[in-house]
């Protein structure tokens, strides 16, 4: 079975001013759109994580599954919605992404399936090589994109506790179960590009 996918579209977008940012328009259409065709082809189903009232998504056709831990306590909050909707669906594994990154690869799903191969649960981080000031440097050098991962159902409960702990950093619930990283070229752009400022909407007009 096809992992299914998770669009982690639950922040608060303070440096854009608040509002929802997978609502933006990137040249004439919502990000949200991009970020759907690029994942639909990938997994075996969707859904959205995002707080507050579902019905402004109503459009897309996603469920929308908000965060279950409250406080807005980051991206680990939405894996565990996704980990939860998952389960219902009887999935093994979901794969995230956020609902601002119009370009990730094409291939991220097969990708991170291959890399988690000979793991009892898949756990895998996308990463990529490269310097960046913002962006979560593991110990080998590579730069983390914690939003873009594949994430094992098995775990979910162990992930609640954790939350429930105050744990919010992801490595530090995904290291000590194992997590890889699956590193992914950049040669031509960064395909984890993401929407934070009005000026980075602005080059993502160019980049399209």
């Known amino acids: ?65 908000p965060d279950s831990i409250g ?47 000979g793991q009892t649960h898949p756990l895998v981080l996308a990463a990529t090589k490269g310097e960046a000031e913002t962006r979560s440097k593991s110990r080998s050098g590579l730069i983390r994109h914690p939003t873009f991962g594949l994430w094992p159902v098995a775990l979910r409960d162990d992930l609640r506790a954790a939350l429930e702990g105050g744990l919010r950093k992801v490595v530090l619930w995904t290291e000590p179960h194992g997590g890889r990283e699956c590193v992914f070229p950049t040669d031509a752009c960064d395909p984890f590009f993401n929407v934070n400022t009005p000026e980075d909407l602005a080059r993502a007009e160019g980049m399209t």
């Open 1 to 65: 079975m096809r992992p299914l996918g998770v669009i982690l579209a639950g922040g608060l977008a303070t440096r854009m001013g608040g509002g929802d940012k997978a609502l933006l328009r990137l040249n004439g259409r919502p990000l949200l759109s991009h970020v759907t065709e690029r994942l639909a082809p990938q997994v075996g189903a969707m859904a959205l994580n995002a707080n507050g009232d579902p019905a402004r998504f109503a459009t897309f056709g996603l469920p929308v599954i």
């Open 71 to 117: 406080g807005f306590p980051g991206p680990l909050a939405g894996v565990l919605a996704g980990l939860d909707w998952a389960a219902g669906q009887g999935a093994e594994a979901i794969v995230t992404v956020a609902g601002d990154t119009p370009f990730f690869p094409a291939d991220l799903v097969a990708r991170l399936v291959e890399a988690s191969h």
